[in-house]
């Protein structure tokens, strides 16, 4: 064994004896029941007692020694211990003598004991004198260390102040640990800006030394961070107690929250009671708009509002999938405030646009800026995208109903101020009724009294009021009689023009009924003219019994009144014959026109219906005048025939058309009797003719 | 020219002439009463029913095809039938029996007296009112009963003349098999 090495195990010892004292005063003695220095006597003690057997019984070391660490903690270190030399302590070692034998004991134990020592340093931290085994687990060496470190400040600061005391000179109070304020202090002093600090204390700043002074402030660095780790310890601790309050807090208001949105869908019945599994349906789709406000009274409209955007949002969620982003996630709680916002900020924005649209909105295109857009953030702004377009449409749809409702006022009012002029007119009239109590007595003979007139007492008065009726009459049909020529030549052109189109017939009928009122009108005029002739005649048979009664008087003569005016029946077809005439004229040429067309029915029927259709109309409308005509006048009108026209035109025309069928074949099969009959052209026929008929056929 | 051609042929006698004139007839025939129900289908609806075009179409139709039929087969008593070929024969009843079909498709409610007056119609039928703005119904419905009761009749007489024939050739065949 060398110098060195012996030195080194009477270190260890001195070690051991050391770690017996500082276990004794060590309050974090958590390796109290590992004793290493009694371990290492209890070793020694059994090498020793190994020898000794050994000796007794001749052993001769061929195997493999079995060293144990007695009292180790460390089986399980990361760094094994070096294994003893295999050569040093070999037991196979055939040329090992037996004077060796002693020898080799001693540098096995040597060896031992140096593998002891390296482990022990490897797998400890000294402190002053202190020796504290490395924590596998954790830094709570670390912490040992510290609170050594500590420890032996106290301990030296303690010393020192027992030293100054011995030595006669007065405590410093600046020289406080604990104290963070002396600290402050003993930091300026060391800037030495302080300068009443230098000349309160300037004794024990002399007593003191410089290395004293050093170690001062050391321990009060020491102390500082001590402290300081000390108080983030404590923060740290509270910040872990809060977080894990609010975590739980929190896992208790979510579930809360969620125990509530289900039974709220229970309630609603949006998924089955019966299974644990969330299923949602669909809700319905709220009716359109139209449909909606149809026969809404403005008192509910806001209630089906609500319902509206309730239902409308509902649907939306479903069919973009939200829902269970809905349920789970906080995260929507946040959105929907923020759209709340947004809808009430949109709601102010809502206006009624002028026609056309709000152009510059319009052009402005949408800024989309801010952090990761997500799934509701893209289905918000859909929704809002479509909700915005919708109530565009609305709103176009609102202003072209303001504009359209104010011609509709302005017909309003015009319809109000015509009426206040009927309402005039029949005040006027209803003062021609007499009145009730007049004539009659009783309510009873009221109603039958309102409706007959003041005047009818009085024809003469009434004949004076109806005049300027009549005349009004009578210059109009004076205006229409004296057009009749004009109008019966453009229906003429007319006719004409629609020859051979697609039309005819539906000119054909308009132009009958044109027809068919110049005939009435005509008749009529005559009619009302001998008619009038005839009550002339009658007043002037009257007026001439009166005038013979008063002859003495003079009187009054009819001179020159009706002058111009046909005065016999010969005077008025005089008067209307050329009228008449034209008017016949016009229908001899619709007579012919409904000829024409009755021939082509078959044709009319199968290609134009519709023609055929308007042909028959215009036949019919002179007979339907007709008997109108007869039940007003009891006679007829000038174009009676029309139907029976039509009616034997028809009846000729199928005649004439099956008829035409055979003769037809009668004539083709005379011409080929009167072929036959002749023998040359019989042949020739058959020879030449025939085969390329046949030929002809064929291809 | 062709049609005329291709109906030459060399070996026509009187009989064939006859024969093809028949024919021709009953295809002229047959040719109208099938636009019977087209004027009931479509065209009669495009006139009033008051005026009846159905029913004075098929009195015309029903008048004309048995006056000629009539005509060339030699009268009532049917004098020219002998001379007809079994295939005319067989054209003729055929052609009444599908006439009296299209007549009861198309007026289904149309009750044809059986019994008339044979020679009632033999000139043309008045089918109008006196002042011809009407349309005698019951005329048209009398005509045409008589009309059919012609083509009835001949249809009678066709048909004896075929069983007749047909027996003929059965016995001479049969003759000519037992000899």
């Known amino acids: 064994m060398s110098d060195d090495e012996k030195s080194q195990n009477n270190g260890d010892n001195v070690e051991t004896n050391a770690d017996d004292e500082v276990q004794v005063e060590n309050p974090f003695d958590m390796d109290a029941g590992m004793d290493f220095g009694a371990a290492e006597k209890r070793r020694q003690r059994a090498i ?65 004991n140096e593998m002891n020592d390296r482990d022990r340093e490897r797998n400890t931290v000294r402190v002053g004198d202190k020796v504290i085994t490395k924590w596998p687990y954790d830094d709570y060496h670390t912490v040992q260390k510290e609170y050594w470190e500590h420890a032996l400040e106290r301990e030296e600061q303690a010393k020192l102040k027992r030293q100054q005391r011995q030595d006669g000179s007065e405590s410093d109070s600046s020289v406080s640990v604990s104290s963070s304020e002396g600290e402050d202090d003993e930091d300026f002093s060391l800037s030495g800006s302080d300068s009443s600090e230098s000349s309160s204390s300037s004794d024990s700043s002399r007593s003191e030394t410089s290395a004293e002074r050093l170690e001062r402030k050391e321990a009060a660095r020491r102390e500082r961070k001590r402290l300081e780790r000390k108080a983030r310890r404590k923060a740290e601790k509270k910040r872990s107690k809060r977080l894990n309050r609010d975590t739980e807090k929190e896992q208790e208001r979510r579930r809360k929250l969620r125990q509530k949105a289900l039974e709220e869908e229970r309630a609603a019945g949006l998924h089955d009671l019966k299974s644990d599994i969330m299923v949602f349906v669909r809700p319905q789709d709220p009716p359109e708009i139209k449909q909606a406000v149809a026969g809404l009274p403005l008192t509910e409209f806001e209630s089906v509002a609500k319902e509206r955007a309730i239902a409308v949002a509902s649907t939306w969620l479903f069919d973009a999938g939200l ?31 002028p026609l056309g649209g709000d152009k510059k909105n319009k052009d402005q295109p949408e800024k989309q800026s801010g952090p990761k857009r997500t799934k509701m953030d893209i289905e918000i702004e859909k929704l809002e995208k479509s909700t915005r377009a919708q109530l565009d449409a609305i709103n176009v749809r609102l202003n072209n109903g303001v504009a359209s409702s104010g011609h509709e006022v302005q017909e309003l009012v015009n319809s109000v101020v015509s009426t206040k002029g009927e309402l005039v007119k029949l005040r006027e009239t209803s003062s021609m009724l007499s009145n009730a109590g007049d004539t009659l007595d009783g309510v009873s003979g009221a109603a039958a009294t309102q409706t007959t007139f003041a005047i009818n007492k009085y024809p003469h008065l009434k004949y004076a009021i109806n005049a300027r009726r009549n005349l009004q009459k009578c210059f109009r049909e004076l205006a229409f009689f004296s057009e009749i020529p004009v109008k019966c030549a453009d229906l003429k052109d007319e006719l004409q023009q629609a020859e051979w189109s697609e039309d005819e017939m539906m000119v054909i009928r308009d132009v009958c009924k044109e027809h068919v009122q110049l005939d009435i009108f005509l008749k009529e005029a005559e009619a009302g003219m001998k008619r009038q002739q005839e009550a002339d005649e009658d007043d002037d048979d009257d007026d001439e019994k009166r005038r013979r009664r008063a002859s003495v008087g003079g009187g009054f003569k009819r001179t020159g009144f009706d002058v111009g005016l046909p005065h016999n029946n010969d005077e008025v077809d005089r008067f209307l014959k050329d009228h008449v005439q034209i008017v016949l004229e016009l229908g001899e040429e619709i007579r012919q026109k409904i000829r024409y067309g009755i021939g082509t029915s078959f044709d009319l029927a199968f290609n134009n219906p519709a023609n055929m259709v308007a042909l028959v109309e215009g036949v019919e409308i002179y007979e339907t005048a007709n008997r109108e005509y007869q039940a007003v006048h009891g006679g007829a009108v000038g174009f009676t025939g029309m139907r029976a026209l039509a009616l034997a035109e028809l009846y000729e025309d199928m005649e004439a058309r099956c008829m035409e069928v055979f003769d037809n074949l009668a004539d083709t099969v005379r011409v080929i009797l009167s072929l036959c009959s002749c023998v040359f052209v019989r042949k020739v026929v058959l020879t030449f003719l025939v085969p390329i008929c046949n030929a002809d056929r064929r291809d | ?104 498709e198309n007026f289904p409610d149309l009750d044809i007296p059986t019994a008339t007056e044979p020679r009632k119609f033999k000139s043309k039928p008045t089918l109008l009112s006196e002042d011809h703005t009407n349309i005698e119904i019951q005329q048209a419905i009398d005509s045409l009963a008589w009309a059919s009761n012609i083509l009835w009749d001949a249809h009678g007489l066709g048909m004896e003349e075929f069983l007749f024939r047909t027996e003929k050739q059965a016995v001479e065949l049969l003759e000519r098999f037992y000899k």
Not at chain 2, 29 to 49: D, K
């Open chain 2, 1 to 104: 020219m062709c049609r005329f051609a291709t109906q030459i042929d060399e070996t026509d006698t009187d009989d064939e002439h006859l024969n093809k004139l028949f024919t021709a007839i009953l295809r002229g025939a047959n040719e109208l009463s099938a636009e019977i129900t087209f004027v009931s289908e479509s065209m009669a609806s495009c006139f009033p029913s008051f005026w009846a075009v159905d029913i004075i179409w098929s009195s015309c139709v029903a008048h004309l095809c048995s006056e000629q039929i009539l005509t060339n087969m030699g009268g009532i008593e049917g004098e020219n039938l002998p001379n007809l070929g079994m295939p005319q024969l067989l054209d003729l009843v055929a052609w009444v029996e599908n006439f009296f079909e299209v007549i009861e």
């Open chain 1, 48 to 112: 020793r007692k190994q020898k000794q057997k050994e000796a007794e019984q001749g052993f001769v070391m061929d195997g493999d020694v079995q060293v144990r660490k007695i009292g180790s903690l460390f089986d399980d270190d990361p760094l094994p211990p070096p294994r003893p030399n295999r050569k040093s302590i070999s037991a196979g070692d055939a040329d090992i003598d037996q004077e060796d034998k002693g020898a080799t004991a001693e540098e096995m134990l040597q060896t031992m």
């Open chain 1, 323 to 353: 829902v269970q982003e809905l349920m789970q996630t906080k995260k929507v709680n946040d959105k929907e405030e923020d759209m709340l916002e947004n809808g009430k900020k949109k709601k102010v924005e809502i206006k009624i646009l």
